[in-house]
């Protein structure tokens, strides 16, 4: 009896561990360090962890490892990551066109072309907000009221020169006004945005839809309008049908950092490209209202190269560059 529990444990403790064989063997990566170059709460960080939820249940890497050092639109954060993790094959950052335009606004050395592009993720349209107790109660009121003061028309947003500044800029410019005039309160992140357009510390906001979806559906904040080219939420007009010929939208993606091998890189573009193929992403997709906007490759690539390019232009043209 004695030799057949032998028998028995030992038979266990092999098939215990190659289940735990073929669970390593599932996964990419063993372990995943996620820089945020800006703060918690905003669509960065929701990004960062919402590939830290779906890898793990698919069982794609092992453990996440999370950073973020926020400010001026990741133009604090991406020198460090740059420095930091030069040649490190298990490292992805968050990022997207808001870094695109800070980086142009703030003139940085290091941008966007210094690092390793892995993916296009998502896309979304902005929103315009107000806080429920504002006296402004529809987009016209908010119109008037920019183009009768706009610097008197504090609005808050993510950092100076990314997607909401450069919405701004070409609502005013559309109005009539100039883009220097607007009175832009920039955050580092979602979270201290919410607290200033929630606290009435200024007269209204704007972002990704998804990042104030939870405030408009309890009644905290009002959405007065959105940025696409059509309508996000069946409720809420955009600036288009609104009589504003303003269309912006938000893409976000992930990147390694410079000087990997490329065979580093084509894995981390398999991980990736594994994690957007499961059913468990397309659900989050649909729960946090992000439109799927995947590229991987020479064409992500030729794609950034573009939007800089365009993003520029626009910002020299309504003074922000």
Do not use: C
Not at 146 to 163: H, Q
Not at 240 to 254: A, P
Not at 282 to 292: A, Y
């Amino acid at each position: 009896m004695p030799g057949r529990r032998h028998l028995l444990a030992a038979a266990a403790g092999l098939l215990a561990a190659s289940r735990i064989g073929e669970a390593r063997a599932q996964q990419r990566l063993a372990s995943l360090y996620m820089f945020i170059p800006a703060g918690p709460g905003g669509g960065w960080d929701g990004l960062g962890r919402a590939i830290e939820q779906v890898a793990r249940q698919g069982s794609l890497v092992g453990s996440f490892q999370f950073e973020n050092v926020g400010g001026a639109g990741g133009s604090v954060g991406l020198p460090r990551f740059v420095g930091q993790r030069r040649g490190r094959p298990d490292a992805l950052m968050v990022a997207g066109s808001i870094m695109v335009g800070a980086t142009l606004t703030n003139k940085t050395p290091v941008g966007l072309k210094d690092v390793t592009p892995i993916a296009r993720m998502t896309e979304e349209a902005g929103v315009v907000v107000v806080p429920a107790s504002s006296e402004i109660k529809d987009l016209k009121g908010l119109l008037d009221a920019l183009k009768a003061n706009p610097g008197g028309t504090s609005i808050a947003g993510g950092s100076a020169g990314g997607t909401d500044h450069i919405t701004l800029g070409l609502i005013l410019k559309a109005l009539g006004r100039s883009a220097k005039e607007g009175s832009y309160v920039a955050f580092a992140g979602g979270g201290p945005a919410q607290a200033a357009i929630l606290g009435a510390q200024v007269k209204a906001g704007i972002s990704g839809l998804s990042e104030f979806a939870e405030q408009i559906k309890s009644g905290r904040m009002r959405a007065l309008a959105t940025t696409g080219e059509t309508r996000s939420d069946p409720a809420i007009p955009t600036l288009k049908e609104s009589g504003i010929d303003v269309v912006m939208t938000n893409w976000r993606g992930v990147f390694a950092p410079p000087g990997i091998r490329p065979d580093a890189r084509d894995k981390l573009v398999a991980l990736i490209t594994e994690l957007h193929d499961l059913p468990a992403w397309k659900e989050m997709l649909k729960t946090r209202d992000w439109d799927d906007a995947f590229l991987t490759g020479d064409a992500f690539s030729a794609f950034l190269t573009e939007d800089v390019q365009k993003t520029e232009a626009v910002l020299k043209e309504i003074g922000l560059a």
